[in-house]
């Protein structure tokens, strides 16, 4: 019958074009996810009813997506051997459904501010078409036994037609007759570009052809045996995998999988350090994989991918709403059916069951560290410098990861080795553990204590920021059997401020603030008062700078002459400023005698040989280079500084030969 049916869709391209342009304006390319999705989801619904036994599929029937580029007629075209539509499910399906979806999408959204994105577009589907083309054309037979296949087009997605069509074989052909503006989609690369995008993972196979390049090939091959050109239409592969390793069992997966996957979809030929499957069915569905990536250097950014699906379907990258934001350094691919996408981002944002996906993912985070910590500490501590950035970034971020990471959080040691705070603290003085249960039982006793006994005494920590820079000081550390621990990444300094919120007994110190007090031998006060009087005058004198703090301590170690020491808060607050570019000129100067101390070891023969003879000419010299001798291991000397120093140190020289 040549019956032509025509009809008007109760949208006006004055009304839809500008909103879905706004919408769709940076993503253009979402069409084909929908297009093929759809195709894929006609296929799934056939596979259904072939269970049910509603549909007696041939043994040799194969589903297949079908997208072909012809950039002679710029067109694109999808075809799939899914369930098909007779007319009256096109009348429902799309000039309803598909169109009024459209229509409620355009009216919820036209208002809303351009940040308030619905996650991936959803909503748009089929309609979607339009955004590209002039004209679709759809050619659909019902699997049902008997339908007589339908042709229906569409200009604009204003007005339709439906006549009888021709198609063959159950499924649905939809043709997209591109505008000028969109020729981009007959092209080769950028379609298969798009399909990799979106459709690496759709649980159909999808091939892609090029109609141009199809008619070419047989003319090249004339001369090829027939046999050889079958052969070759064997090779083409589908342009995705449907069955992705996250929608297997865990058991079902080994390491080559695992590391393969992670190449395949990162692009990153580092094997990744370990992973976590995700396979949740209850309370809601939820599979995924989590890569912890390696580092290369501690100054890497960490910049993770999380790739979101819904069934196989691509949604986006990095969807802060759903995933905590600390996760976002790892890389990962998550597949969440259940997840509400007919939704904008802000809505998304306060939705309790979104929340409740975003706590699970994070608490399976912590469950396989923590587990790892307990049952294979050695690999734990093995990737600790490479996964400890991102942990403490996550208790930065996340109260709960941090609750069940405190504890094992691990420290490297002097010796290379891992500890945790309480082992740290307990290996430096056995007397401070105490101190600390005391806290933890009744930390208002404590706060007040502290409040009335300004002496309290604090479980220093000890830390190296630059193992170069420091050597002096964690030299002179190791010889008095004291221990320090590294802290070299950015992350450390906000992660201590954290901890030392949290616990007020615990006090962070760089290794360079206090070392005369973490290194003190028993020698009495008193006597060391007397000393320190004199040297404190002579040195500010000799030096000509008034406001210096001299100390004369009783280091054991009696090689170390002097050094410089600055008070962990005035660092903190420098490094503060710098961090904020507020440092510069007239910094160190101002600063000094406020947080800057020379210290002096009493132990010392040079610093014995100054004290003793300081009323002898000669001992000017010995007290410039003590001093520029323990500026020098501090920091660089200025250049003034730097030729004075030079100066002296080849005077010093000459007099020994005399
Ligand atoms: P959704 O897929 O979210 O339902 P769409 O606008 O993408 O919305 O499609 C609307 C409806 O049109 C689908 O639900 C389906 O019934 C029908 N449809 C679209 N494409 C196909 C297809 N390739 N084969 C069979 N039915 C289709
Ligand atoms: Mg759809």
Known sequence: MGNVEKGSLSITSENIFPIIKKWLYSDHDIFIRELVSNGCDAITKLKKLSLVGEYNAPEDEKYRVDVITDANEKTLTFIDNGIGMTADEVKKYINQIAFSGAQAFMEKYKDKASEDQIIGHFGLGFYSAFMVADKVTIDSLSYVEGSEPVHWESEEGINFEMSTGDKEGHGTKITLYLNEDSYEFSNEYRVKEVLDKYCSFMPVEIYYTNANAAKEEPKEAVVDEKKEGEEKKEEIKPVNNPNPLWAK?????????????????????????????LNMDYPFNLKGILYFPKINTEYDAIEGTIKLYNNQVFIADNIKEVIPEFLMLLKGVIDCPDLPLNVSRSALQNDGFVKKISDYISKKVADKLTGMYKTDRENYEKYWDDISPFIKYGCLKDEKFEEKMKDVIIFKNLEDKYVTLPEYLKKDDGSKEESKEETAENTEDAKKDEASDKEVKKDTVYYVTDKVLQSQYINMFKDAGMDAVILTHNIDQPFINSLEAKNDKIKFMRIDADVAGALKGETDEKALEKEQKALEELFRKVLNKEKLNVKVEDIKNASVSSMITLSEESRRMQDMMKMYSMGGAGLDDDMFGEGETLVL???????????????????????????????????????????????????ILLRLTK
């Open 249 to 277: 069992h865990p058991n079902e997966c080994n390491d080559d999988e695992y590391k393969e996957f992670y190449r395949h979809v990162f692009h990153d030929y580092k094997e990744p350090l370990f992973w976590i499957h």
């Open 601 to 651: 070891n009493a132990n010392n023969e040079l610093v014995k040989y100054v004290f003793d003879n300081k009323d002898k000419e000669d001992v000017n010299i010995f007290a410039e280079q003590l001093y520029d001798l323990a500026m020098i291991s501090h920091k660089p000397l200025k250049p003034e500084a730097m030729t004075k120093f030079i100066a002296r140190s080849n005077e």
